[in-house]
């Protein structure tokens, strides 16, 4: 059963537009829901974290939403970049549980 | 020192042979994990280190065999190995297992089971 639930599957955007990626959890006991940013032949890297304490976060162009009662989260890249072509994973933990459960991935592509 | 370091970047090895993915950080970080990761897919956790100890094993198989040495430095020993086993594996840090920082992974090792 899996337990975070990513859509769209992909993702094409012109360049200026805003980037929608959304994810949704089914277990409450998570705390702690970070979005990853991984270009091809890299690692994942940390892009954008939110507590549930907070409904939303935004750093630069980059925010999360956060909807505690839907059990939903969202990621939204303003003025999306070619450089922001990349796929993205949101992921969920809860507290001392040593892991993350990952989404299956968003592979988001902005024209020029 | 905000990397995490993984050698080699790219391996090519036989079913018959022992081979060893190396992973190195210098954050002080004191959880260190292995993942797995296949094309267009999620990394899938393998191991965690906490503390140096082994705390998580997601059942992974025997030709897979991990090793924390110290802090810094995270190994997975691999023997025997299957095609089906190619796939890029993630090292990781955090400060904790108590997860609310996030990962940092390294660049990974591109392996390739032939």
């Known amino acids: 059963q899996q337990q975070v639930k990513q859509s769209p599957q992909s993702l094409i955007v012109q360049k200026g537009g805003i980037s929608i990626i959304n994810c949704a959890y089914e277990n409450t006991a998570f705390d702690y829901f970070p979005w990853y940013q991984q270009f091809p032949g890299k690692g994942p890297a940390l892009l954008i974290a939110i507590r549930p304490d907070v409904s939303e976060k935004k750093e630069g162009r980059f925010t999360i939403s956060f909807n505690k009662s839907a059990k939903q989260f969202s990621l939204h890249i303003m003025d999306s970049q070619p450089g922001d072509s990349a796929t993205y994973f949101c992921?969920?933990?809860?507290?001392?549980?040593?892991?993350?459960?990952f989404g299956d991935g968003t592979t988001l592509t902005v024209k020029p | 020192d905000t990397e995490v370091t993984q050698t080699p970047k790219h391996l090519v090895m036989g079913m018959t042979n022992k081979k060893s993915l190396k992973c190195e950080q210098h954050?002080?970080?004191?959880?260190m994990y292995w993942y797995k990761q296949k094309a267009k897919k999620p990394p899938e956790l393998m191991f965690v280190y906490s503390y140096e100890k082994l705390s998580i094993n997601e059942s992974v198989p025997s030709r897979f065999s991990p090793e924390c040495p110290n802090s810094s430095l995270l190994n997975l020993h691999l023997h025997a190995l299957q095609p089906e086993d190619s796939a890029l594996y993630l090292c990781?840090?955090?400060?904790?297992?108590?997860?609310?920082?996030?990962?940092?992974f390294g660049s990974g090792t591109r392996l390739t089971v032939v």
């Open positions: 954050m002080g970080h004191r959880a």
């Open positions: 992921a969920a933990s809860r507290t001392n549980a040593g892991k993350s459960t």
């Open positions: 990781a840090s955090s400060p904790r297992t108590i997860l609310h920082y996030g990962y940092t």
